[in-house]
């Protein structure tokens, strides 16, 4: 019966704006949720434990804020959950090593991460951990099943395939194909008195500093037209203004 | 200098025209790269040449067969000089990097759009900020194709070297993709439809625009999720794919943030939308007010007459 991890992050709300003030980000007032591809890993995480038993753990990376993730993904039905506790920026290398130290305290056999985080977009975390572990890895999952070993849809060449992956391994997941449960009464109870575990590790230096932070470079306003009619007009514009026809 | 390795872009067995772009990059960070092209046959890796490398070399091995993330990544470090290593930006490079960095202790950086010594700037936030980073001494970084000039001239023969790598996954089945349609992740020229198409069925509408140019059909999420017949495949946003073409055309899509994070870096954007309000004609170049049934035909026949 596997141990399983799956990996969670707090990220901005995607609706949010986000706003720059003096060259850095600023999240003040921004509300903090799930990061979207993180649910999908709570749900396969929850999927193989379904078929072959063992205990879902989710863990993160952060501050005391985090707790909030953490009981959400206890909401919808992780066994156990795990905080190490860290503030401030780290690089991916920082990230990582404190990762692969907590999954090997929890003696996990196979890890279920968000394809990419919202606030980086880097899906650098399952691949690097993985290595660091020298385990098997799969990105970009859209569908896994559990009978006979671990097997996962993902994105290969021109369409996609299913792959035998041999546990230990890591496996980052894409929106799937299949809905994600929601909380039920009983879990938002359990939720409420579940209390969180929370681990201290050292982090490595980070190489990586962040030296600004700026709003994407405007774009200047374009050209609007009235009625279908000017749909040639537009034609004729992308190909003598624009050139990319 | 630092020294600077570039993981040739590879495209079903050849190296893609973007490597040339990584060489460009590469070169903003140090000296001109060794470009090393992942192959089973060497005789690829001649696609390396006049691409402004200082040197390429085909690494040839088994294990390149088909895509292990823990396989590639252990074949192209034997082969990779110390420095700092560049590779393309799509999902599956993104994921050799993260890996190669891993193997060496290195900090990963993804989705470089600019680059200036050891200034990085990529996008967060799903692009609604952008970070500019520093980094001390060597690190893998994926860059975005677009983005950089293509180089040229610079070594014109490949050297081979033969290294392995331990695969542990296998493939149990290929799947062909629901349709022959062009992805959008690789379209030079994506035209979607959202919820504002009204039905499924008119999307053939969209489609025989795409065919006549040579783009991919996209879809927003309301329309993936609202009509069986639209696959996920097709969604571009922060839920699904993020795409960077030089013409965007947004059909009947009322331009939702998480629409926006998947399309916004689009070189240029048309929108078709009937209502005037509409956040996506904010990041329009060239925005119709109309509805698709009008703005669609006329569209058709004035790219048709152009084209053919
Ligand atoms: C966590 C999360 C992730 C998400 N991820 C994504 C994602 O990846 N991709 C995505 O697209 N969305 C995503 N969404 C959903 C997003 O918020 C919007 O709901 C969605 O993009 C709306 O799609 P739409 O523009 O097609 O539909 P609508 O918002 O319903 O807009 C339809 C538009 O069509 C126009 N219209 C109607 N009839 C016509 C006509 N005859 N001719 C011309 N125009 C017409 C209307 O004026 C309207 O602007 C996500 C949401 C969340 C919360
Ligand atoms: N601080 C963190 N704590 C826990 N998991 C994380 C953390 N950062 C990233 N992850 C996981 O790794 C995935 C990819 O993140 P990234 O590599 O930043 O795109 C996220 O979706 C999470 O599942």
């Known amino acids: 019966m596997p141990n399983i991890v799956v990996l969670v992050k707090q990220v901005p709300d995607t609706n949010a704006k986000i706003a720059v003030s003096g060259n850095r980000v600023d999240l003040s007032a921004v509300k903090m949720v799930m990061s979207p591809y993180d649910e999908f890993a709570v749900e396969t995480a929850l999927q193989h434990r379904e078929a072959s038993g063992g205990e879902v753990t989710a863990l993160t990376v952060g501050g005391a804020g985090c707790d909030k993730i953490l009981k959400d993904a206890k909401a919808i039905g ?13 690089d991916s290398n920082a990230l990582q090593t404190v990762l692969a130290k907590a999954v090997t305290e929890l003696g996990a056999e196979v890890v279920y991460c968000g394809k990419a985080a919202a606030d980086t977009g880097a899906g650098s975390t399952g691949p690097g951990l993985a290595e660091r572990m020298g385990w098997a890895s799969v990105s970009n999952a859209i569908g896994a099943s559990f009978d006979g070993g671990l097997s996962v849809i993902a994105p290969s060449g021109a369409g996609n395939a299913k792959l035998n992956v041999p546990l230990p391994a890591v496996v980052s997941c894409d929106k799937g194909d299949f809905k994600v449960r929601k909380p ?60 990319v026809l | 200098m630092t020294q600077t390795i570039v993981i040739a872009e590879m495209n079903n067995n050849a190296v893609h025209p973007s490597t040339a772009e990584l060489v460009t990059a590469a070169m903003a960070i140090g000296d001109a790269p060794t470009v090393i092209v992942p192959c089973t046959d060497a005789s690829v890796a001649n696609g390396a040449a006049n691409m402004g490398a200082g040197t390429v070399i085909a690494a040839k091995s088994g294990a390149f067969t088909h895509y292990d993330a823990g396989g ?20 599956q490079s993104k994921d050799l990097a993260a890996r190669i960095a891993a193997r060496r202790n290195l900090a990963v950086i993804q989705d470089a759009v600019a680059i200036d010594g050891n200034s990085i700037t990529s ?4 692009g609604k900020a952008m970070q500019t980073v520093s980094i001390s001494g060597p690190a893998v970084v994926s860059v975005r194709s677009n983005v950089f000039a293509a180089s040229s001239g610079g070594a014109t023969e490949a050297s081979v070297i033969d290294t392995d790598g331990n695969v542990a996954t296998s493939v149990a089945e290929f799947m062909a993709r629901a349709s ?16 504002g198409m009204g039905s499924p069925d008119n999307f053939v509408h969209l489609e025989s625009i795409a065919d006549t140019l040579g783009a991919a059909v996209g879809a927003s999420r309301a329309a993936v999720d609202t009509w069986e017949a639209i696959p996920h495949a097709m969604q571009v946003g922060q839920t699904g794919k993020t795409v960077n073409p030089s013409l965007y055309i947004a059909v009947g899509i009322s331009g939702a943030i998480q629409h926006l994070a998947g399309m916004r870096s689009s070189k240029y954007i048309v929108a078709i939308n009937k209502d005037a309000d509409a956040p996506i004609f904010q990041h329009a170049d060239y925005g119709i007010v109309a509805t698709w049934e009008e703005a669609l035909p006329v569209l058709h026949t004035a790219l048709k007459s152009m084209l053919d």
């Open chain 1, 78 to 90: 992780v066994d156990r959950i795990v905080r190490v506790d860290a503030e401030g920026e780290m």
């Open chain 1, 184 to 243: 039920n009464v009983k879990g938002i109870m359990q939720a409420k008195k579940a209390s969180v575990d929370v681990h201290s590790i050292d982090a490595p230096a980070s190489s990586v500093t962040v030296t600004s932070h700026s709003l994407p470079p405007a774009k200047p306003a374009g050209k609007t037209f009235d009625g279908g009619a000017a749909a040639a007009e537009v034609a004729q514009l992308l190909r003598d203004e624009a050139n």
């Open chain 2, 72 to 91: 590639w990544a252990e074949a192209l470090d034997a082969v990779a000089p110390p420095g700092t290593v560049i590779t393309g930006a799509s999902p």
């Open chain 2, 123 to 126: 996008p967060v936030y799903s």
């Open chain 2, 180 to 195: 022959e349609r062009l992805d959008v992740g690789e379209a030079n020229i994506v035209i979607s439809g959202g919820r």
